[in-house]
């Protein structure tokens, strides 16, 4: 596995693969890195000549500089797992690498998905998303780029960016990786105490009713009912759950649309987020 630090080392590396015809497949993480990010890993592998993964810790996402800071960073162990898992180069730049003194990036208008759900309680996430995101494919140029369900919002923010920018790259999907508890895996459980990760497998039991409950009960009800379960839960405090259309993410108006239940709150200041299909 080759590791690199510096954008100009890996393009250097990457011309002669790419005028061969070669392809490439793009894992973009934060690092603390976990099955479900391997999963990404994967997919890349089965698409793509050679799967690059970068390891970047983002301040730009975040609104919250403890959240930045309380944020795992396992370096070691992620090359680990990278190498054991096959991924063939991985990324691993400083923050001066990315956003360089003369660096600028225009804001893009992403039509308002950026301000409901996970942007109205991250004011600033995802404009930091796309400029990091948009950084990374600028540099790589990649043909597949890999991102999880887990981040659902996210994932339509950057088809949206990818479609308003007319960028060469195919956004790929892939399924969320659960413990066996149902526990959405993240690098945030790290943080968590047994305990607290015993009560977060709560999250995907209100999912799961919720879907279990979709072709019964209106959107009011379900939501109404999730919402006192999670009242009465005094280790998990909500921020929000919201069924929407998973196209457009507004809220349902009818069950014929294709709905989505998300998630987000708080375990022993964790923060989580969660979602499941409800069709
Ligand atoms: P992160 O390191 O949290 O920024 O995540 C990097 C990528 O891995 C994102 O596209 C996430 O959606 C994806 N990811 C994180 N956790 C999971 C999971 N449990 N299942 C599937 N994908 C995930």
Not at 114 to 124: D, K, L, Q, V
Request: with cysteine; aromatic share 10%.
């Amino acid at each position: 596995m080759l590791v690199y630090r510096t954008f100009e080392e890996l393009k250097t590396f990457l011309v002669a693969k790419v005028e061969s015809g070669l392809t490439i497949g793009f894992v973009p993480t934060m690092g603390a890195l976990h099955d479900g990010h391997m999963s990404l890993i994967h997919s890349s592998m089965d698409h793509a000549d050679l799967t690059i993964c970068s390891v970047f810790v983002n301040p730009t996402q975040f609104n919250k500089a403890e959240d930045l800071e309380k944020y795992p960073r396992t370096e070691q162990a992620d090359l680990d797992i990278l190498r054991n898992n096959g991924c063939d180069i991985v990324l691993i730049p400083s923050v001066d690498e990315v956003y360089p003194a003369d660096y600028s990036s225009e804001k893009l208008d992403l039509e308002g998905i950026e301000i409901i759900m996970e942007g109205e309680h991250r004011p600033g996430h995802f404009d930091g998303v796309v400029q990091v995101v948009g950084r990374f494919f600028e540099e790589l140029q990649p043909n597949f780029a890999f991102f999880g369900e887990k981040d659902f919002q996210q994932l339509a923010v950057i088809r949206k960016m990818v479609s308003l920018r007319n960028l060469p790259v195919q956004v790929m999907a892939c399924a969320i990786k659960r413990e066996d508890s149902g526990l959405a895996m993240s690098s945030r459980n790290m943080r968590l105490s047994e305990e607290a990760l015993v009560e977060s497998a709560y999250i995907f039991k209100q999912l799961n009713w919720a879907k279990s409950s979709y072709s019964k009960q209106s959107v009011d009800e379900i939501k109404q009912i999730v919402l006192r379960g999670f009242e009465k839960n005094d280790r998990i405090e909500l921020e929000y759950f919201e069924i929407v259309n998973e196209d457009t993410l507004l809220p349902v108006k009818n069950k014929d649309e294709k709905a989505r239940a998300f998630f987000a709150g708080v375990v022993e200041g964790v923060r989580l987020i969660d979602n499941v299909q409800l069709y």
